[in-house]
């Protein structure tokens, strides 16, 4: 199947992807970043996935989320009849277990319906050892066992357990699979209508908070729901995507484990959801932040574990065929040991959204930012790997040093604005003589463009964020000229490329996609320089890209039309927020400093 034929579940601390054809083929347990028990979305069926599909060939598939919820229905017709599919994991509370729930109901005629639950623990690698209990089956090994609860009868054969039944119209049965500790006992099950209508209850009540009143609400609101399910529930950390591996290029190397917190989705994705209204979860992502960078500045990394883990070392995975032979399939993220300076940017940016919300800032929190501000003081004018991770030789990236500036900016304002103590005169110094340098040493006169890095004839859509973040002002003439080159020579069929890869040494071989945050950037850009039309024109396009359930991958194939990277992806979904907020704003700021209340510290 495409990338854009699954579709999300989650139960807030960890997700599943469910297929157009009935297939749990990616969920990982009991964590977002533990040990895929289906890996069958980076191999084949043998690698594990529990398929519930009618038996006869399926004539004519549709799904959908039930309103405000992640609950997902497909409909599966066949010659004799029609079945549907609820797939859905029931919010899961502190020290609960996660449960996958799976119903299925008779809507018309009589179809037998196919049961094939393939367990393979490790990735793909391990075969559980699987036992009949009184309700149904066990699966263990090692750390993990599953307990499937159903009524229906299974069997083994050849390492799959499989079975079928008849549903009639308004007929149904049951399925609940849940993780537990094999030292301990399955436990209870939570029956399966009293989970659907708990998981519906609690999604509606979430949704239902949903203060965004712009225009897009549709959109806006699914966005949302993926965000909140990419957030961990515990800690609060934002996850980019559930996946790891699905590649860039098709058939490629540029396969990347997202199941991280990444510093750099920061700013925007506080902003995304103060959008709708949801300050709790904006308030626990920044002290997710916090926390994550407590230390000395110098250790701070570009991205984190869900609970703030440092160590995200890389390895493959050799026995995984990969997503359509694309091949590393890798686990852990080395860029986590990157030096990026723009990260700096992102922790003071979300500094300043507390601080503004709260109209004050807590003394501990302002001294952790003194010292980052000290470090970044001294290192600022060194060249860093940049913020798309390039594996190839350090530069003196742009965008880098754009949001350098923005810490410094940041700090500056927030110093003036809230009393706190710290050298004002030479923060602003050092702001001042960042900008100065950026316009000086980033700008290429003859092509009237900023470029990729200091001295480049490369291009990067890094460079669109000049304007959002206020280093100058949207309409000026150096603006207007870059969001021209970067859209005429970074563009495929009207959507942007991150760089070119033919121009860029990324240590990498192959290409990429084109990718959808910048291209929703490129939305913010042409509103703010106030070619609205325009950007209406994009946005509307960029939103026909999504599947038929809303939901976006990191990027898209133009050449094959298709989505490719992993699915699915934060960033795509909180620039779609922020590029909708921009377009229904009559003066416009992505980078608007709306922050969350302060907590009790």
């Given at each position: ?12 601390q960890?997700?599943a992807?469910?297929g ?6 990616w ?6 970043d533990s040990a895929a028990c289906?890996?069958?979305?980076l191999g084949?069926?043998t ?7 009618p038996?006869a060939?399926v004539?004519r ?5 039930r309103?405000g ?8 017709e066949t010659?004799d009849g ?7 994991m029931p919010?899961?509370?502190?020290g609960?277990?996660?449960q996958l ?8 005629g009589?179809?037998?319906?196919q049961v ?6 490790e990735?793909g690698s391990?075969v ?6 009184p ?6 090994a090692?750390?993990d066992?599953?307990?499937?609860a159903?009524?229906v009868?299974?069997?083994g054969?050849?390492?799959?357990t499989v079975g079928e039944?008849e549903?009639a119209?308004?007929g149904?049965e049951?399925?609940m699979l849940t993780?537990f500790?094999?030292?301990e006992p399955?436990?209870?099950v939570?029956?399966?209508?009293s ?7 609690w999604?509606r009540d979430?949704s ?5 009143t712009?225009?897009y609400g549709d959109e806006v609101?699914?966005s949302?729901i993926?965000l ?7 800690t609060?950390a934002v996850?980019a995507?559930p996946?790891t591996?699905?590649p860039?290029?098709?058939g490629?190397e ?5 199941r991280?917190?990444?510093?750099r989705?920061?700013?925007l994705a506080l902003?995304a ?8 979860e904006?308030r ?8 994550a960078t ?6 701070m990394q ?6 703030g883990e440092?160590?995200l070392?890389?390895y493959?995975l050799d026995?995984l ?6 091949r590393?399939v ?8 990157q ?5 700096y940017g992102e922790?003071l ?5 507390v601080?503004?919300q709260?109209?004050r800032?807590?003394d501990r929190q302002w001294?952790?930012q003194?010292?980052?501000?000290d470090y970044l003081?001294g290192?600022w004018?060194q ?7 390039s594996?190839g030789?350090?530069r003196?990236y742009?965008q880098s040093k ?5 810490a ?11 009393g706190?103590d710290?050298?004002v005169?030479?923060?602003a ?5 960042i ?6 040493r ?5 092509r009237?463009?900023f470029?990729?890095?200091y001295?480049s004839?490369a291009l990067?859509?890094?460079v669109?964020?000049i304007?959002?973040v206020?280093l ?7 603006v207007?000229?870059?969001i021209?080159?970067v859209?005429a ?17 990324d240590?990498?071989?192959?290409t990429e996609g ?6 929703f950037?490129l939305?913010d850009a042409?509103?703010l320089?106030g070619?609205?039309d325009e950007?209406?024109?994009?946005f509307?396009r960029?939103l026909?890209?999504?599947n ?8 898209y194939d ?5 989505q ?7 960033f795509?979904?909180?620039?779609l927020i ?8 009559e003066h416009p700021?992505?980078f ?6 302060s907590?009790?510290?």
């Amino acid at each position: 199947m495409r990338i854009e034929d699954y579709a999300l579940i989650g139960d807030l601390q960890t997700a599943a992807l469910v297929g157009r054809n009935g297939s749990v083929d990616w969920l990982c347990l009991p964590r977002f970043d533990s040990a895929a028990c289906f890996a069958a979305l980076l191999g084949e069926p043998t690698h594990g996935r529990w398929l519930i599909a009618p038996a006869a060939p399926v004539t004519r598939t549709s799904r959908r989320y039930r309103d405000g919820t992640l609950i997902l229905e497909t409909d599966l017709e066949t010659a004799d009849g029609a079945v549907r599919l609820i797939d859905f994991m029931p919010p899961r509370e502190p020290g609960a277990r996660p449960q996958l729930t799976r119903i299925v109901q008779g809507l018309r005629g009589r179809v037998r319906v196919q049961v094939e639950l393939v367990v393979r623990f490790e990735y793909g690698s391990v075969v559980p050892w699987v036992q009949r209990v009184p309700d149904g089956v066990v699966a263990q090994a090692g750390p993990d066992a599953l307990h499937l609860a159903t009524s229906v009868p299974l069997h083994g054969h050849e390492l799959t357990t499989v079975g079928e039944f008849e549903l009639a119209a308004g007929g149904a049965e049951r399925f609940m699979l849940t993780w537990f500790p094999p030292y301990e006992p399955p436990g209870l099950v939570e029956d399966a209508y009293s989970a659907l209508a708990r998981t519906e209850r609690w999604w509606r009540d979430w949704s239902g908070r949903c203060g965004y009143t712009g225009a897009y609400g549709d959109e806006v609101l699914r966005s949302l729901i993926v965000l909140k399910a990419l957030t961990d529930r515990q800690t609060g950390a934002v996850l980019a995507a559930p996946t790891t591996s699905l590649p860039e290029e098709l058939g490629g190397e540029r396969n990347w484990d997202y199941r991280y917190t990444w510093l750099r989705d920061s700013v925007l994705a506080l902003n995304a959801l103060l959008a709708g209204g949801y300050t709790d979860e904006a308030r626990a992502f920044a002290d997710c932040v916090f926390r994550a960078t407590a230390g000395h500045p110098e250790q701070m990394q570009i991205m984190y574990g869900i609970a703030g883990e440092r160590r995200l070392a890389e390895y493959e995975l050799d026995h995984l065929p990969g997503y359509e032979g694309s091949r590393p399939v890798r686990v852990g993220n080395a860029a986590a040991g990157q030096f990026q300076l723009d990260v700096y940017g992102e922790v003071l940016g979300v500094a300043a959204a507390v601080a503004g919300q709260a109209g004050r800032y807590p003394d501990r929190q302002w001294r952790q930012q003194r010292k980052l501000l000290d470090y970044l003081d001294g290192v600022w004018q060194q060249p860093d790997d940049g913020m798309w991770e390039s594996r190839g030789p350090r530069r003196h990236y742009t965008q880098s040093k754009l949001m350098a500036w923005v810490a410094f900016d940041r700090a500056v304002t927030m110093a003036n604005r809230f009393g706190l103590d710290g050298p004002v005169p030479k923060w602003a110094a050092t702001r001042d003589a960042i900008r100065a340098e950026i316009l000086d040493r980033a700008w290429d006169p003859h092509r009237e463009t900023f470029t990729q890095y200091y001295g480049s004839t490369a291009l990067d859509a890094g460079v669109l964020m000049i304007p959002l973040v206020g280093l100058l002002p949207a309409d000026d003439p150096r603006v207007t000229s870059t969001i021209d080159v970067v859209r005429a020579e970074l563009g495929h069929d009207g959507l942007l490329s991150r760089y070119s890869t033919d121009d860029t040494d990324d240590g990498l071989a192959g290409t990429e996609g084109q990718f959808l945050a910048c291209s929703f950037w490129l939305v913010d850009a042409l509103a703010l320089n106030g070619r609205r039309d325009e950007a209406r024109e994009l946005f509307e396009r960029l939103l026909g890209l999504a599947n038929d359930v809303g939901l976006f991958a990191e990027e898209y194939d133009v050449p094959h039309g298709r989505q490719v990277g992993n699915f699915p992806q934060a960033f795509t979904h909180l620039a779609l927020i922020n590029a909708a907020r921009v377009l229904s704003t009559e003066h416009p700021d992505p980078f608007e400093r709306r922050p969350v209340p302060s907590s009790s510290t």
